[in-house]
């Protein structure tokens, strides 16, 4: 059975711990937000990078990311992997739009009539990968194909384009699904921002984390993931319906994606066939930069939330500065690598410690 000590729910005690504090999976993720934080507020001091709308910027691109990096995170701590989501993500803003316009259902009837089908096509991944044995990478890849296949031929038989408008939500469900806010504390020159343009994809994003937070670290599915993650075979042989999970995870990774494309959608009254190839690797970076181990068994929501946050900021951080603009790739593929360092080393520095204090 995998060492399910890494887990958040193992970190209780008594009093305030430093090497408890570096053994959790989200320190090096949290260090590594507060020095990028850091750095472009010096930078981008001068171009509004820390105003309401500034920071509406980085903020609002990191939520779209994070919905997906999450399940995508669940799945790397279970020992598999899902890039499928960059053909989800389309698929989710066109079964709506179709469902709206050919034929005539109601937006929440449409919005749900998407999670439906989102969820049998993680189902499917999740199927061929429990049954044929076949690496999740290998399998998510076929399907990536498949869905983007699937998403231009079918938007063109049943729609005839490939460009789908998404007609008015109504006032409710724009506000709940695609909408901008602010949120402005009196008037003219004694007014105050709290924060200004933030799309709802925002919010959703920040009950999303909450609500798997709780799985994770609070629920008993918590465990049997990382017990996946640790040992497969013996989760198994202890009764976790691995199986099952896995499933479950996939069809979660899968609907996180329709989800975004339906926030897209909605927000900009339009939806593309166009597969987001770039969303796949960007939830990656996310989740490695949170502290998850590509191996299986270690992780934290928390972690992944501030990695994502942390490549929110580098990814749209150097448009408030005056770095030459080519640069952007550099500064992702930097922060990548000082992530993973960073992220080692703080375990190994608790490890120490404990091994220390032991002897």
């Not at 960059?86 to 709206?100: D, L, N, R, Y």
């Not at 319906?241 to 609907?255: C, D, E, H, V």
């Not at 939806?271 to 299986?296: D, K, P, R, W, Y």
Request: charge should be neutral; charged fraction near 10%.
């Amino acid at each position: 059975m995998a060492d399910t000590s890494n887990n958040e729910k193992s970190t209780g005690g008594s009093g305030f711990s430093l090497l408890g504090l570096l053994r959790r999976p989200e320190a090096g993720a949290a260090a590594g937000f507060i020095l990028v934080f850091i750095f472009f507020s010096y930078f981008g001091w001068d171009k509004n990078f820390l105003t309401p709308l500034g920071s509406s910027t980085w903020l609002n691109f990191a939520s779209k990311v994070g919905i997906i990096a999450i399940p995508v995170g669940f799945l790397m701590i279970a020992g598999e992997l899902d890039i499928s989501v960059g053909a989800m993500i389309p698929a989710g803003g066109i079964v709506m739009a179709m469902a709206t316009n050919q034929f005539g259902m109601n937006i929440w009837f449409a919005v749900g009539f998407t999670m439906v089908v989102a969820g049998m096509i993680g189902w499917v991944n999740g199927m061929l990968v429990t049954r044929t044995q076949v690496p999740s990478l290998i399998v998510t890849l076929a399907t990536l194909f498949v869905i983007a296949g699937l998403n231009a031929y079918l938007s063109k038989q049943i729609a005839g384009t490939t460009q789908h408008s998404v007609p008015d939500a109504g006032i409710v469900s724009e506000f709940i699904l695609g909408d901008y806010h602010s949120w402005i504390i009196g008037e003219g020159e004694n007014s105050f921002t709290i924060f200004r343009s933030l799309q709802s994809s925002f919010f959703i994003w920040i009950v999303f984390s909450i609500v798997c937070f709780y799985i994770l670290h609070v629920s008993p599915w918590g465990n049997w993931i990382f017990a996946m993650g640790g040992d497969q075979e013996s989760a198994r042989n202890a009764g976790i319906p691995t199986n099952g999970l896995k499933i479950a995870l996939f069809m979660l990774s899968a609907m996180a994606a329709a989800l975004v494309g339906v926030t897209e959608g909605v927000l900009a009254n339009s939806a593309s066939t166009t597969t987001q190839f770039g969303m796949i690797f960007n939830s990656i970076i996310c989740v490695v930069v949170g502290g998850v181990l590509l191996t299986g068994g270690f992780g934290t929501v928390t972690g992944t939330f501030f990695g994502t946050l942390t490549f929110g900021i580098v990814f749209q951080g150097i448009n408030f500065t005056s770095f030459d603009k080519d640069l952007n790739m550099l500064f992702i593929g930097v922060l990548l690598l000082i992530a993973v360092l960073m992220n080692d080393t703080f375990r190994k520095l608790a490890t120490n410690a404990s091994t220390k204090k032991k002897g």
